[in-house]
């Protein structure tokens, strides 16, 4: 039973996704007494990175012709090279859009948002999460093949040394459909999805002009920053920050939500996070009903002073 894992990369350089995905193949291959072959698209990084999380192969795709994104090419590109029954890919954008086309193309079973190693491998089970976050399934799946993506940050970046082989795969994919033209990134410096703590504001901060105090705050924290929809919508910060159900899902282990009322749409991107701190001065504000920990307060009081408090314990 041979397990094979997409080690997604942004302009060469894998993403933590990719460790995390190749971490959860290990364990998978582990259950099967097997190894891990890693794929990755046109990487600059070394495949040294990827042998400590536990791929004992890494085959490189080399193709200029893959130099611009197109979810169909990049399947085309993986399935040339991928044949095991296994196939896990993480739970990002791209390789959310990758995974579909090539269970179609080779006749597998899907399933997406895996939370936790597979209870069984024949027939393949594992726990996934379902309904926007709100509710988990144990997702079964019939079929000889089968390609799972695993939600980010739910089962970690474990390291698991092991001593590697890498190969280069030169091939010439046609890649003629509906490409990404760029890359959008949000303006924090750490990946929103893959980031550990998030904080997160919304239109009680009252313009864009007071979200110094939120950076300042994710600066200190090492957290990624985010925003409700509405702050999006009117331009306060960009389209890139905006969780919740027609924005990015996200499951840090730490939500820091300042001003954000918490709307069930907001609720759905974000109600995987380990935990949830709410600040808002608004005490009937339903986001509480959701919050571990709740805090009732001028959030123009509270952040400044919190960072200050934080930046007091690190020193």
């Given at each position: 039973m041979a397990v094979f894992v997409y080690a997604e990369n942004i302009n060469g350089v894998y993403k933590k996704a990719a460790f995390e995905a190749v971490a959860y193949a290990k364990a998978i291959a582990d259950q099967a007494g097997d190894t891990v072959t890693a794929i990755s698209v046109n990487p600059t990084d070394a495949s040294d990175v990827l042998y400590k999380y536990g791929a004992s192969n890494v085959i490189n795709i080399k193709d200029e012709g893959l130099k611009s994104f197109s979810a169909k090419a990049y399947a085309q590109a993986v399935s040339e090279v991928a044949n095991g029954n296994i196939i896990v890919f993480p739970h990002t954008t791209d390789a959310s859009s990758i995974a579909p086309m090539l269970a179609i193309m080779n006749g597998h079973s899907l399933i997406t948002n895996a939370i936790a190693v597979p209870e069984s491998l024949s027939p393949f089970q594992v726990k996934r999460k379902s309904f926007s976050g709100k509710g988990f399934m144990h997702a079964k799946a019939e079929g000889a093949g089968v390609i799972v993506t695993v939600s980010q940050n739910a089962f970690g970046v474990k390291e698991n040394i092991v001593s590697g082989s890498e190969e280069v795969k030169n091939l010439s994919v046609a890649n003629e459909d509906t490409k990404v033209i760029s890359h959008e990134q949000s303006s924090g410096k750490l990946d929103l999805k893959e980031a550990e703590i998030v904080v997160s504001a919304g239109r009680g901060m009252k313009?864009?002009?007071?979200?110094?105090?939120?950076?300042?705050?994710?600066?200190?924290?090492?957290?990624?920053?985010?925003?409700?929809?509405?702050?999006?919508?009117?331009?306060?910060?960009?389209?890139?920050?905006?969780?919740?159900?027609?924005?990015?899902?996200?499951?840090?282990?730490?939500?820091?939500?300042?001003?954000?009322?918490?709307?069930?749409?907001?609720?759905?991107?974000?109600?995987?996070?380990?935990?949830?701190?709410?600040?808002?001065?608004?005490?009937?504000?339903?986001?509480?009903?959701?919050?571990?920990y709740g805090v009732v307060g001028d959030a123009f009081q509270i952040i400044p002073a919190l960072t200050e408090k934080i930046k007091a314990i690190k020193a």
């Open positions: 313009g864009p002009e007071n979200w110094g105090m939120i950076e300042e705050l994710a600066n200190v924290l090492g957290a990624a920053t985010a925003c409700s929809k509405p702050v999006s919508d009117i331009g306060w910060r960009p389209h890139t920050e905006h969780v919740g159900q027609t924005g990015k899902a996200i499951s840090p282990n730490l939500y820091v939500a300042v001003g954000i009322s918490g709307a069930i749409q907001h609720l759905a991107g974000v109600n995987s996070s380990k935990t949830i701190v709410v600040i808002n001065s608004d005490a009937e504000a339903p986001f509480f009903k959701s919050a571990d």
